[in-house]
């Protein structure tokens, strides 16, 4: 077992890495003292391969859980979705001194955080990531929120977790296309902050795509020491923190436009990483060969590296980026990078530049 620890005061908590960690999460609770009561959320597609292990877990160490169940996919990120949480919580009596437990991706993270945040004004919660994306990044750092219509994450709150528990064995039945999703999150981190973990990846890429468990172990693990590290610095994303949207900016906005349908998180955020290379080229100087670097290893990791966009499409995206939490004063600002493993926050972007990156290119989205 690897332990990355989030040192944030009296809100510090330990992220614990390892395989089979699933059936010690009631053991791991009652470390915490976290009460004898939980609501587990989970959705339609983890409920039902790992929901009863973290129950049973749960009752060996004395605490009673009441399953909750969400549909799977990014749209149940809604506050149709949260009222109807906040029914089952008050319906199953959850108290103050109760908490909740996130077993699933990071739509289900996100929304059992948010509900933890908001419920009696604030009750604990321990996140149990199951997709690779969740476990290096939206596990860690207290980020929590639902989608509105205008845009993604837009209604939310900072509430860390008390505990993150990364059970590797979980990723061993995601799909290749969830996995390679959550790759994504992996390769932004050596981009903003980490050129030696970069050029590991390059390396690594063959083993981590057939999900080699000692690499996979070692890289989720690093990537959850970046990002604590980060989050240290800057919780509440005042400025330093900023460098995690690396991409997200288009990247967002392309799921937006699309329904949060066409496009898995990863590949939205594949997308908008390598635009925001080539935004970085122009604007920071970032080297052709490392555009041509970022570009590759998305490619490697099967992930899509560009998006046909007729025009109408393009005026969409670009409305849905000046609704982005990020915007200031009207103006959309983009985190780009002078080198690998050196990334900028706050970059502003003339929009002729923005739009003649958006155009229209020979689409390389792999099939999956």
Do not use: W
């Amino acid at each position: 077992m690897r332990i990355v620890k989030v040192p944030l005061g009296l809100r510090s908590y330990p992220i614990k890495i390892g395989a089979g960690m699933l059936a010690r999460l009631g053991e791991e609770c009652a470390r915490l003292k976290l009460g004898s009561r939980c609501a587990l959320l989970s959705d339609s597609n983890v409920g039902p391969r790992f929901a009863k292990l973290a129950q049973q877990s749960l009752a060996r160490a004395g605490c009673d859980s009441v399953l909750i169940t969400v549909p799977a996919g990014e749209t149940a990120k809604s506050l149709k979705t949260v009222q109807t949480g906040y029914n089952q919580l008050a319906a199953h009596r959850l108290e103050r001194k109760s908490f909740i437990v996130a077993l699933g991706g990071g739509v289900v993270g996100d929304l059992a955080g948010f509900l933890a945040a908001t419920y009696l004004r604030g009750i604990a919660f321990v996140q149990v990531p199951t997709t690779l994306l969740a476990q290096v990044d939206s596990s860690v750092g207290g980020k929590v929120g639902v989608n509105l219509k205008a845009g993604k994450n837009l209604v939310g709150a900072f509430h860390q977790p008390r505990l993150v528990l990364c059970d590797l064995n979980t990723l061993a039945t995601l799909p290749k296309r969830e996995y390679r999703s959550g790759l994504a999150e992996v390769i932004k981190y050596g981009v903003i902050r980490d050129a030696v973990f970069f050029r590991r990846l390059e390396r690594a890429m063959p083993k981590l795509l057939r999900r080699d468990p000692r690499v996979l172990a070692e890289v989720v693990a690093h990537c959850c020491k970046i990002k604590a590290e980060v989050v240290l610095k800057d919780e509440t994303e005042s400025g330093l923190r900023a460098i995690l949207n690396f991409g997200h900016t288009i990247g967002h906005a392309l799921e937006a436009v699309s329904h949060y349908g066409k496009y898995l998180h990863g590949e939205a955020i594949a997308i908008g990483q390598v635009a925001a290379a080539r935004l970085s080229q122009r604007l920071l100087g970032l080297p052709e060969r490392d555009v041509e670097r970022i570009t590759n290893l998305f490619r490697r990791a099967g992930l899509p590296t560009g998006v046909k966009l007729n025009v109408s499409q393009r005026q969409k995206v670009l409305a849905a980026m000046k609704l982005d939490k990020k915007v200031s004063g009207g103006e959309i600002k983009f985190v780009l990078a002078g080198r690998i493993g050196k990334a900028r926050f706050g970059c502003p972007v003339p929009a002729a530049l923005l739009e003649q990156i958006l155009d229209p290119q020979p689409s390389t989205r792999n099939n999956h």
